[in-house]
Structure formats: C-alpha cells, structure tokens
C-alpha cells in the first residue's frame, strides 16, 4: 500500500511543492494516513489540512485539538449524553478520500424533510425552504456569470499577448492588432498593414523589410514566447501546483468521489486564470479549452461555500461541480448545448435529471455573459465561427470517412506516445526539471513556428482561416484560385483552379501538419496549463483542408468523370474546401477524447449549420471505431490511469467470473480482521487499535465469538470523538467503556463513565455474501459510489472489500499487474 508521501509523487509533482510549503504541520494529526479505500497497513505518513481551500481545517473547527496521541484531558465540565449535537469534523473526509454517496444522500435527505416539516411551524421557516430550494438556481447564475466574465478576460488577454510578439500599437500598447486597425483609412486588402501598427523591426530599426528586420522579428518572437512560458510555469510551481494540464482527468476523478484538497481551491483559481493566458501566448501547442473547465470548476467550488447546502454535503457540490464542467465548455466553445452533453457524457459520474436541468442554465448564463463582453469584436462567442451555405453531396461521405479513420489513427497515436511520455517523465530524472522542459519545448515550438506563417499565427486563428469558406474579398493564400468572373453566380464563387498562393499555402500546411503532430505530444502534460481541444481540432483542420482542396481541384480538373458528373458541372461551386476541415477537425478530436453525441453538437453549434450533422456524425463515429481497435482508453482516462486515481469506469464491462470471496480481505494468510465490540471495549483498547493500524473504519461486532455484525463506524469519526469526549465530559478515563448500542451493560457503582458513540456508528453497512458474483460487487460499487462493503457468511462477518480491492482485481483479471498501475 502507499502512503500519501508516494500520493504527493504521484499526483503529478504538485503536492510535493505544497508540502514544502506547509506550516504548523503536526506528524501526529489526527495519526490518520490512510486513503480512505484503504483498510490495510499503509506507511504512516502525515495527514496534510494546510491546503484545504475546499473546507476549513479540522483543528480550526474543533476548538483546541490538533494532535491525537491516545492520550486526551478531563476536562471538569457537565454530564452529557455525549454526541447528541452533531460534532464539528465528524462526517467529513481526509485528503485524498473517497466520500460515502450513500451517506451524503442520506444526510441530504434529512436536512430536506427536517426544513419541509419546520416550514410549516412558521413564515420565517417557510422562508427558509423556499430560500433552500432556490439556492441551487442562484448557484448557477453566479457561476455562469463568473465563468463567462473570466472567460472573457482569458480570451482578450490572450489575443492582446499573442500579437505582443510580433509588434505593438501605438494608438494604444492595449490594443492587439486587429483592434489597432478597426479606425485606420487602409484598404481592405491592406487592413493588416495599417500605420498605427508596428512590427519590433519597424519600431526598433524604422524598417520592417530586410534580412536584419526578419532576424529581429524573429529574435523577438522568441524572447517573447520563453518569457511568456517562463513566467507561468514559475507561477505554477510557486504558487499553485495543480494549475498544470488541463484538469480534465482530475476533475472526472473529483466528480467520481475523490477528494484532492486545494485542487479545486482560490490560489488554483487565480494561477490557472493568469497562467493559462501566458501559455497559449507563448505560442505553445496547447489550448485554453481543456483548462476552462477547470477554471468554471473551481468557480462553482468556491461559490459553493456560500451556501450551506452544498458547503457541507459532498455529494451536492459534485452535482454544482458537474454544471460548472458544462458551462466551461459553453464558454470554451459557445456552445451551451454541447457544453451540458460533454459534463453527461465525458466528465460526470452521478448526473441527475436535476443537475441536467441546472447545467443548462448555467451554460446558458455563462454563454451570455461572454457574448455580452464580445470578445472578439465580431458578436461570435469564439473566433472560428463559420456558416457554410453550400449542401454536401451523398458521394462526398467517402472523404469523410477517411478523414474519420485518420481522425482515429491519429488519436491513438497520440495517446500512446504522449502516456508514453508521460511515464517518462515521472519514472525519470526529466520529472525533476519542470521549468527547464517548458523552456526547451517553448524555444523549439518558437523556432520552428516563426518561419511558416500558418504556425506562427495562433491556433485559434490557424483555424479559422482553415475553416474559412474563400469569398470574393478574402485575401488569404488559401483563396488566391485563379478568378474568372464571368461564371459567377450570385455570391457563390464555382470552383476554380488553383493558383500559385494556394500551392504554396498547401506545402507549408503540410509542414504545420508534421510539426503539430509531433510537437503536441511533448507539450500537453507540461507543469503550464495546457489543453488538447485546439491542437487536435488544428492537426484535423489542416488534414481536412488539404483533403478538401485535392477534392476540389480533381472535380475541377475532371468535372467529367462518372463520380463528379452527375452533380458537380464545370462553372458549380461543388466542393467546399472549409468543411472538410471542419470534418477532419471534429474527426481528430474525436479519436483524442472518444466524444461522440458531445462532440458533433459542439460543432455545429460552432458552425451554425444543422445539414452537416451527417458528415459530423460519419466522421465522428468513425474516429472513434478506428481509435477502439487500436486501444480502448480515450486521453482523459488513460492519463487517470497514469497517475493511478481511483476512478471506476462506468463504461467497461466486467465479464470475469469470481465471487467476492476471492477478493475480499484478509486473505487466508493474513491475520484476523480488525473489529471493534459493541459495549465491551475500553477507550485504553480502542485508542490502541487506533494508533496500531492505519486502516480508514472498523466494522463493529456483537463479540469477538459471534462476530455478528453490528455496523461501521469511522476511523476519523472515532479519533475526533474520543479527543472531545475527554474533553468535554466528566469521567471519561482509559477505563471507560465504549458503548455503541442504545443500552450499554450494567457496571459497578465505582466504574468510570461509559461513552455512549452509537450516533457515529453506520448501523446500515451495505453487506454481500461471500458467493456474490463479483461483476455485480463491481455494479455496486460503481451505480452507488461505495467506499467499502462488507462481506458476510450466514450473518457473520467475513472480511471487507474496499474501492481499491475492486480496481486491483479489475486490473488483475486484464492481465496487468495491480501494484504497477494503482497509486504509482
């Protein structure tokens, strides 16, 4: 087993600068340093609370106790029936735990029936329930709101500090190019070249023409670019260390039950906002999607705590957690729609019909709110919105096809070397260099990209232009065709030959085709934040424009074969260049995450036209049959896999035919199960079976003969229990008796106090038999997000099965060794 020492390594680098940083620490804190799957010895290593942004630390709420160390105070203070007021801690969770849904459920519950009885008492109680229920409604306004407003910054930002590298304006250095122009006299065709605008070379030099002029360009672009990249994986490492990568694994973790403290925090928040827009400035083959839902995420988390109801109930705030994913990728794509179909289909584990509805209005707020501060300029929530006119023909779907399989091809991969890469990274002395690698990956990316306009421009940018359908004014080197104006009909321009620009633009997209394929598994993965969205949709787009071009010319060339003569005549505008990119686009993003339903709304939602959902769909499937038959796992969870979470995926079957008895503990070897009795123990001897083990609950007993079970009852609960009963109530002493049932036995006068702790104890423990197949153990584990489950033989107690049980067994059965692919 591991200890969280080895959790910090793994967690990908970033607990480690956090512990580093951590003080006030106490080793003996509560002597908790279990994972909360885990019920057998794990190293004692520390339990770490300084960087719980989610919830306040433990020794903040309870008044006085910090350390646990079996030994406590008596306090002189009143008789009580100790625990009847519920205790500050009691019910929350450890880093790094799962949290008990049934549990979480359960209290929800409770506290709803307790508001709904008390609202008929009085108006003020009436107030309340209704206040309760439409507190959820106003979460999701205020999320959408602050999702869509940092969205807005990030992009703005971004577009300003791209252009930065290569020049400046002097109307205003706030300005980014295209917005430095909107007032200039320049023509159309000159609208890139306004006076108000300077290049480095100009402003330095007075020139922009010459071999010095593009050496200095060039030499700026790269400075620009490391200091960018330079900048924010400093303020990653300093600051807030899980602001690298996308977040997207991580979060579908914290959304399964997981909890990592700080992930989803304040500090985490402000680094990924400022950081994300230094990293898709410096040029680097990453996008600002991915992170976005990050961003929303710890929008909603932080919001959360306004609100009782969710600050205190884990299984709600993952519901808010869910809307806030949805309303990332709303503002990520202006697409709300496709934006609730991604939480549903790729991030969320427990996704009510509730939570469906709530996750549309968020999205729905968020996109609003971003197309109220406009972005861009151009009233489109992104900058590669398109709207194509011209219908697709049948004969068309072929191209599609193929651009699905290599869609496929590519993702997988991708995924391969880059979880390759991965491993390397963090298996070798290169994991010990986070700054120097982004600085090397930065200055390589600069290099190359400089050189070749469709790399240097970004990548949102790249895309646009590649989606673009060529029009009469359009001046871009993909639409320099050869023009012959007396064949035009109406705004359509019919497919015409090729012109030099455009064979020129075609081999240096094939160079930014190999140098996008390549430089994007080094990349992603980075300690910068770093997205997939944009440079997977990049390497589809250009893929897609080539196919599409080839396409066009061959209809034009030869508009008499059988397969172009039936609808595609000489003087038509047949084939659309654009939507192949499109198509190859939405193909490679495809085969990269494994999206489907999500991924074909997102589009065309992007592109505003319902009559290409065909090809999308076509393209889209495909992608994802090609990428299956080469490996089964989408990026998100083989980089879950990677880092060893907890997660169970809800999608795999589990065939094998085993029974719980062969995976439950102990083992025929191992030594009897640790239990506690129900009214026979001492505080002496629970505090010893406390401080000897580090398992996360015990499982409580009639007797030790009988071992009839009676429930479960908490490791943490117990400590905090104890701690405050010596506390606060008079006579409780080594010798007292802990007595977990309504009637505790009959002792001599002279006795100590008994401590009565029945209301911590979980009389409903969900149990099997030891026969129980485990295909349906796995079922529920996954349908009710269980921490343990209790195995039984004829109502005796049996042994235990835990979350991490059930992953090792899954990973045994596989043929893949448990040990390497769990907490590593």
Sequence with gaps: MVSHGRWGHQLSWGLEVLAMDQKGFRRESLQSATSDEDMLEIAGAPMDFSMADDDPPLDREIGGFSSYNGGGMNGRTTMMDFLEEPLPGVGTYEDFNTI??????????????EITNRSKESTWALLHSVSDAFSGWLLMLLIGLLAGSLAGLIDISAHWMTDLKEGVCLAGFWFNHEHCCWKSNTTFTDRDKCPEWKSWSQLILGHGEGAFAYILNYFMYVIWALMF????????????????????????????????????????????????????????????EGPLVHVACCCGNILCHLFTKYRKNEAKRREVLSAAAAAGVSVAFGAPIGGVLFSLEEVSYYFPLKTLWRSFFAALVAAFTLRSINPFGNSRLVLFYVEFHMPWHLLELVPFVLLGIFGGLWGAFFIRSNIAWCRRRKTTRLGKYPVLEVIVVTAITAILAFPNEYTRMSTSELISELFNDCGILDSSKLCEYVNDFNSTKGDDLPDRAAGPGVYTAMWQLALALIMKVFITIFTFGMKVPSGLFIPSMAVGAIAGRLLGVAVEQLAFYHHD????????????????????????????????????????????????????????????????????????????????????????????????????MDVMRPRKSDPPLTVITQDTMTVEDVETIVTSTTYSGYPVVVSRVSQRLVGFVLRRDLIISIENARKKQDGIVSTSVICFTDYCPLLPPSSPSVLKLRSILDLSPFT???????????????????????????????????????LKHIAQMANQDPDSILFN
């Excluded at 849904?101 to 506290?111: A, P």
Aim: charged share 20%; proline share 3%; glycine share 10%.
């Design 100 to 113: 008990d849904w049934v549990r979480e459920k359960s209290r929800d519950r409770d506290r709803h029936r």
């Design 561 to 660: 074969w059988a397969i172009f003569s039936g609808w595609c005549s000489q003087g038509a505008d047949c084939i659309t260049p654009g939507l192949y990119a499109m198509v190859g686009a939405a193909a490679c993003l495809g085969g990269v995450t494994r999206m489907t339903v999500s991924l074909v709304v997102i589009m065309f939602e992007l592109t505003g036209g319902l009559e290409y959902i065909v090809p999308l769909m076509a393209a889209a499937m495909t992608s994802k049959w090609v990428a299956d038959a080469i490996g089964r796992e989408g990026i998100y969870d083989a980089h879950i896999r990677l880092n060893g979470y907890p997660f169970l995926e809800a999608k795999e079957e589990f065939s094998h035919k085993t029974r719980a």
């Design 768 to 806: 099997v038999t030891d026969e129980t197949p485990m295909e349906i153990v796995v079922d529920i584990f996954r349908k009710l997000g269980l921490r343990q489950c209790l195995v039984t033989h004829n109502g005796k107690l049996l042994g235990i099965i835990t979350k991490k049980d059930v």
């Design 229 to 288: 990249s330079l900048l924010a994986v400093l303020l990653v490492k300093g600051f807030a260390p899980y602001a690298c990568g996308s977040g997207i694994p991580e979060i579908k973790t914290i959304l399964s039950g997981f909890i990592i403290r700080g992930y989803l925090g304040k500090w985490t928040l402000v680094i990924k906002t400022i950081t994300l827009v230094l990293a898709v400035s410096s040029g680097l083959s990453l996008g600002k």
